[in-house]
């Protein structure tokens, strides 16, 4: 069997893997890269907060590429159990191995080893993540923690120190190398003190002028130099806003992708009303801009070129 590969000495330096993301089209601040780059030197948990669309969910996806691992997923949400994260039994299979059994004919022990076997394990993300794949070690992605119950950031706490889990059955299931782990959070909660100091920890913040709108000449190749230079500012201007939900980086693509569908070349409030709607989420966030339009328009379409 392949031994898993060991992902601490894969990149020199920061300015290395700060290169290997920019060919994968992420473009990440020195600080975020540092992040990235201790995390998987020292072999530690990453902590990724920030509102929604800044990026956080993307570097993963793009960090699995780059070290060419299985990207496993665990998607968070109000409810979320350790069985439903962890492990299940097949219990239908389980009855049909029963049902087939003479019971008479086997040891009783012997039958419950049988249907309690890994044969018999539905192994959800967070038992998946603890075997190598093909060599590798995969890249976990515990998805927006803060949506999950304080009672299951409780429950990861021993799997983030030891790596191994208990499965009554069957023993206790280890893994031969931890795995790439990056959590994130919406900060719609605050994240134990205990759970944070098994982590190394960054805020990824809403994005500078300069570097939204080389994200968007990257994502977005068909926009005019004066429509994205338009679009960021638009947008940096509406995050200065009294807003519900602000857009983010993601929402700033979306709008991008919806202006040259409707044959944008430049900002105006007819074209800019229609397609509000790709941008904001919120019809109260939608009625405020719509108000502030012109005076928003009027910032958005200066000359900005100096600014890039």
């Not at 940096?236 to 806003?241: A, D, G, I, V, Y």
């Not at 941008?279 to 958005?300: C, G, P, S, V």
Request: with cysteine.
């Amino acid at each position: 069997m392949t031994k898993p590969t060991r992902y601490s000495t894969l990149f020199k330096d920061v300015q290395e893997l700060q290169s290997e993301l920019a060919k994968v089209h992420y473009i990440a601040e020195y600080e975020l890269a540092v992040a990235v780059f201790l995390a998987l030197k020292l072999s530690r948990p990453l902590l990724l907060e920030g509102e929604p669309g800044v990026g956080k969910t993307e570097i993963v996806k793009v960090l699995a590429q780059i070290l060419e691992a299985p990207l496993i997923r665990l998607q968070c949400y109000e409810g979320l159990d350790q069985y439903s994260a962890l492990y299940e039994w097949d219990y239908a299979r389980q009855m049909l191995e029963l049902r087939l059994q003479d019971p008479h004919s086997k040891d009783p022990d012997q039958l419950r080893q049988n249907i309690f076997s890994q044969n018999f394990l539905i192994k959800r993300p967070l038992l998946q993540a603890l075997e190598s794949h093909e060599g590798k070690a995969p890249v976990l992605l515990i998805d927006e923690l803060d949506r999950a119950d304080a009672e299951f950031e409780a429950f990861l706490l021993e799997l983030l120190s030891d790596w191994q889990v208990s499965i009554p059955e069957i023993g206790t299931i280890k893994a031969n190398i931890p795995p790439v782990v990056v959590i994130t959070s919406n900060r719609t909660r605050d994240i134990h003190d205990a759970l944070k100091r098994r982590c190394f920890y960054h805020w990824i913040d809403y994005p500078s002028f300069e570097k939204e709108y080389c994200i968007l000449c990257d994502k977005v190749p068909d926009l005019s130099q004066k429509l994205a230079q338009s679009i960021v500012a638009f947008v940096q201007e509406l995050r200065r806003r009294d807003l519900y939900k602000a857009p983010g980086v993601a929402e700033s693509l979306d709008w991008s992708q919806a202006l040259l569908a409707l044959d944008a070349k430049e900002l105006n409030p007819s074209i800019v009303g229609l397609s509000l709607g790709s941008l904001l989420k919120y019809q109260d966030d939608i009625e405020k801009t719509r108000e502030l339009l012109n005076d928003i328009l009027a910032l958005a379409n200066l000359p900005l070129m100096g600014q890039v």
